[in-house]
């Protein structure tokens, strides 16, 4: 069964602290993988998308890894800032079909505390 | 910042009204998508369309239903809403596959 499971549920850091969340899939076959930044009562934002044979990728204090062997990615966020509370989710696609199947995890909940 | 609007972002109804929840892209997308979102739980897919006159049914069974007359335009109705009903309910649109979905900021229904 195609999942996505995110650790942990919720994290609570200080400001200026770092921070790294976990995915783990068994989507098969792979297409790319996305983390999603959802603040609170706003639709998703992507942050980063990863394909088969990327490691490693950052955009601004978020990078995002990405172990295809064992379907494992992580997203970190260097020197939290206040407006990094927000929930965090591992999107999947698979290219088993056109549709191009997006599996949800259930997201990190984020907050930075002052 | 994407171009994708929904209305309205909250509404609060009685059971067994009819309910249209209005979700326009200005991007030109062909692709539009539906999905409920319940706190805490991962998103669902409800619906989707891949241009006008298209429209499927996604994983999670729903009583909406869905009309694409325009590309902009993928507006979700409930003939007759339920408490059960309630939920987040996102729309978004992309150009394509290996493509980011772009979300609206949903609307949050409430059925008393």
């Known amino acids: 069964k195609n999942q996505v499971e995110q650790s942990p549920q919720s994290l609570i850091i200080l400001e200026g602290k770092n921070c790294t969340l976990q995915?783990?899939?068994?989507?098969?076959?792979?297409?790319?993988l996305r983390w999603y930044k959802q603040d609170t009562g706003r639709g998703p934002v992507s942050l980063t998308i990863?394909?088969?044979?990327?490691n490693t990728k950052s955009n601004g204090r978020y990078t995002a890894t990405l172990d295809a062997d064992t379907k494992q990615s992580s997203l970190h966020i260097t020197a939290s800032q206040l407006s990094d509370s927000a929930s965090y989710i591992c999107?999947?696609?698979?290219?088993?079909?056109?549709?191009?199947?997006?599996?949800f995890g259930r997201g990190t909940q984020l907050t930075v505390w002052p | 910042e994407a171009d994708i609007y929904q209305t309205p972002r909250y509404l609060v109804i009685g059971t067994g009204k009819k309910i249209t929840l209005e979700c326009s892209q200005t991007?030109?997308?062909?692709?539009m998508y539906w999905y409920q979102q319940d706190p805490g739980m991962e998103l669902h897919l409800i619906h989707y369309?891949?241009?006008?006159?298209?429209?499927e049914k996604g994983d999670l069974s729903s009583e909406s239903t869905v009309s694409r007359i325009r590309t902009e335009h993928f507006p979700l109705t409930l003939e007759s809403a339920r408490p059960s009903h309630t939920s987040q309910y996102l729309c978004?649109?992309?150009?394509?596959?290996?493509?980011?979905?772009?979300f609206g900021d949903g609307t949050r229904l409430s059925i008393l």
């Open positions: 995915c783990n899939y068994t989507v098969s076959p792979f297409s790319n």
């Open positions: 990863m394909t088969f044979s990327e």
């Open positions: 991007m030109g997308h062909d692709k």
């Open positions: 999107v999947v696609s698979d290219r088993g079909s056109t549709l191009g199947r997006l599996y």
């Open positions: 369309s891949y241009g006008v006159n298209s429209t």
């Open positions: 978004a649109s992309t150009s394509g596959a290996g493509q980011p979905q772009h």
